[in-house]
């Protein structure tokens, strides 16, 4: 099973100028089809910018480069849009699901307190980052909640595919955030989007991270220290992440021929 890591959307701070960061999207090659985990930014959001991301320009260097759209990353890669059978969300900010217009035919697969928390009154600021026109498309929604299953020791909810993928409850940077194990033929994948700073890394003190992410951090530091060989990724990665990983899937791929 091959799975790409897709820059769907470049963010910079401003200070430090030195951190210069990419959104992280996941495309699955799956036996049950193309499934993308996020999307990033979508089309329509380059045509008419949301509110929410002019904000975000005040704050940082975002240089709005098209071509990171999930759907053109696809078709460069050789598939058409409708080969991406299934998305799941890990959270609904507008950075991780303003794509979605791009694959009206996917099946959206996300948790339902978090299309609860979308659809809701705002309750804390991060849910400013939610944008309406994102789902205007009405796409096909299939929801999950708790059923008391676990994988490994955190609360978790098998999705109907296999090879295994879970959503795993990950709540605090939103209402109904989830990260996302795969099942990859080396060991797993956890993607733990935004309930963590970049790599798991300690870049600002813990109250802030708290503030920011909600309260994850410190058990999936643990989990990761425990567990050496499941590959952590995060909802934003520096850019020399998507540097090196595709350097390296290149140098693979040039092995295999
Ligand atoms: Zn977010």
């Known amino acids: 099973m091959k799975i790409h890591y897709l820059n769907c959307f470049t963010c910079n701070a401003r200070f430090p100028s030195s951190w210069r960061t990419g959104t992280l999207c996941l495309l699955v090659e799956h036996d049950q089809g193309l499934i993308l985990i996020d999307t990033g930014l ?12 002019r904000v975000f320009r005040i704050a940082t260097r975002v240089p709005l480069n098209q071509k990171e759209t999930a759907v053109q990353q696809v078709q460069r890669l050789g598939y058409h849009p409708t080969d991406v059978h299934h998305i799941i969300l ?11 217009p791009d694959f009206p035919h996917a099946s959206v697969h996300v948790h339902r307190k978090e299309y609860e928390a979308f659809m809701g009154r705002p309750r804390r600021w991060t849910d400013f980052a939610y944008v309406r026109k994102h789902i205007a498309h009405q796409p ?18 098998r999705l109907p595919f296999d090879p295994e993928l879970w959503l795993v409850p990950l709540f605090g940077h939103t209402r109904g955030h989830c990260g996302v194990a795969i099942r990859t033929d080396a060991e797993w994948l956890f993607h733990v989007a935004d309930s963590a700073p970049i790599g798991l890394g300690e870049y600002a003190p813990a ?51």
């Open 207 to 257: 109250w802030t991270i708290n503030l920011v992410m909600g309260p994850q951090a410190p058990h999936l530091r643990d989990f990761s220290s425990a567990h050496p060989n499941i590959q952590i990724t995060t909802g934003h990665m520096w850019l020399d992440f998507f540097e090196n990983i595709n350097k390296l899937t290149k140098e693979a791929i040039i092995r295999e021929l």
């Open 140 to 157: 096909k929604f299939v929801f999950y909640e708790d059923k008391g299953e676990k994988w490994f020791d955190f609360s978790a909810i």
């Open 42 to 53: 979508g089309e329509s959001d380059y045509i008419r910018h949301p509110g929410i991301l």
């Open 90 to 100: 890990t959270h609904m900010h507008f950075d991780h699901c303003g794509g979605l």
